[in-house]
């Protein structure tokens, strides 16, 4: 019996959470009670997205600076042209409102 929590109808919807499902969904994990082995549930994903949320946005605010900065700089001796409009947004990552504020 896992003790996390349950995740949100947005979560089970999220390509993240799907990815962390497949990777985990044929392991036996531990139980603290009772004390035994069962096989990873959603909850157990819920626990990983947890773990890494803070991570993700970490990751999101230092690309969004750094694409501010080419912006900026407008660092054409960086990349090309092509590539300069195409990053004349942040990027977005589907997953991110789907599994809560990373913020």
């Known amino acids: 019996m896992s003790t996390y929590r349950n995740p949100t109808p947005e979560e089970l919807e999220s390509p993240l959470f799907e990815a962390i499902w497949q990777a985990i969904k044929g392991w036996d994990l531990a139980r603290a009670t009772p004390r035994s082995y069962a096989g990873a549930d959603g909850s157990d994903v ?32 960086c990349i090309t042209m092509e590539e300069y409009e195409s990053i004349s947004d942040p990027p977005t990552f589907p997953t991110a409102p789907k599994i809560g504020s990373l913020e």
């Open 46 to 77: 819920c626990h990983i997205l947890d773990a890494i949320k803070p991570i993700l946005a970490k990751e999101v605010a230092n690309a969004r600076a750094e694409i501010e900065e080419l912006k900026k700089r407008k660092c054409m001796s």
